[in-house]
């Protein structure tokens, strides 16, 4: 899970350092083109096998996904602060259970509504600069961690008894296609795209889409999922120490504070998993045989 937490912070990277010769909405199809290529070998014949409203579910999500990543896309590409971005979406995790209690009629913790200060003076802190006004990049990053949070709720509510990996590789399907129609309308390739914006793509196919996802299924499986919450909140971490390495970011005291927060409500709003799976689950005997 560690190691999944660095795939999908170096995706970041890859991401805004492909962004330098590509189009964003370009590289956003071919990435997800290529995931869902890729994906289809280890699980074509079990596509056949569904049933039409499980297709029906499937690209519904997978249409969600595709405004969303575009939102997210268009953010890294305008954005000054990619860490700042990555600590702006991680707000996800607590928003994600505010959409599933008003729309899915989900039970809504005492831990979210505790962690729910903490980020909101986060993003205060983000966006305040002499006056309150969110930059256009914060601004898409907040937009898209409420997409990316309608997102998880719809996979958790349609995607029940749903197989994992066609579930997923529809999804990556439709954001490719999805973004590939607005590349074609919107957007102009330029005369030539250096190898290195390739290979940034090939990355972001290939160690931050499939082999992370992969990796992503298999250890929150073979973990307690407090270990894995409390691993999870690394993303952004792992983000902002790449983007002061690699795009010679830097973070004034006023925007450490704001991030500083919003990974502390991270933590809160997952504690008492964190709290009943590290610690609880050390107590538990195994029956004797």
């Known amino acids: ?47 056949f096998r569904l049933n039409q ?13 595709g405004i969303t990543m575009m939102i997210w896309i268009l953010a890294i590409n305008g954005a000054d602060q990619v860490s700042e971005g990555a600590f702006i979406t991680s707000m996800l995790t607590i928003i994600a259970p505010i959409i599933g209690w008003l729309f899915f009629s989900s039970h809504l913790k005492t831990e979210t509504l505790l962690a729910l200060p903490f980020a909101l003076a986060g993003m205060a802190l983000l966006a305040l600069d002499g006056n309150w006004q969110f930059e256009p990049a914060q601004l898409l990053f907040l937009i898209s961690a409420f997409g990316f949070a309608l997102h998880i709720n719809l996979t958790n509510y349609l995607g029940q008894n749903f197989p994992s990996l066609p579930f997923t590789t529809i999804q990556m399907g439709m954001v490719g296609i999805l973004a590939s129609l607005v590349s074609f309308f919107t957007e102009s390739w330029p005369e030539s795209v250096s190898s290195s914006s390739w290979g940034w793509l090939l990355a972001s196919i290939f160690l931050a889409t499939g082999f992370r996802y992969t990796l992503q299924t298999w250890g929150i499986k073979n973990s307690t999922a407090g270990s894995a919450a409390l691993i999870m909140t690394l993303e952004p ?34 504690w008492q998993v964190i709290k009943h799976q590290t610690y609880g689950g050390k107590r538990r005997l195994k029956p004797q045989s």
Do not use: N
Request: aromatic residues 14%; hydrophobic residues 60%.
């Open 1 to 47: 899970m560690l190691l999944v937490t660095l795939l999908a912070a170096s995706g970041w990277i890859f991401t805004k350092l492909a962004l330098e010769g590509l189009p964003p909405i370009a590289f956003l199809a071919l990435r997800f083109l290529g995931s869902f290529f890729l994906l289809i070998i280890f699980c074509w014949h079990t596509l």
């Open 53 to 65: 409203k499980q297709w029906q579910y499937a690209l519904t999500v997978g249409l969600v996904q």
């Open 237 to 270: 971490v792992w983000t902002a120490m790449m983007s002061l390495y690699w795009l010679g970011e830097t973070m004034d005291k006023q925007a450490l504070a704001g991030c500083v927060l919003i990974l502390a409500s991270l933590v809160v709003s997952r």
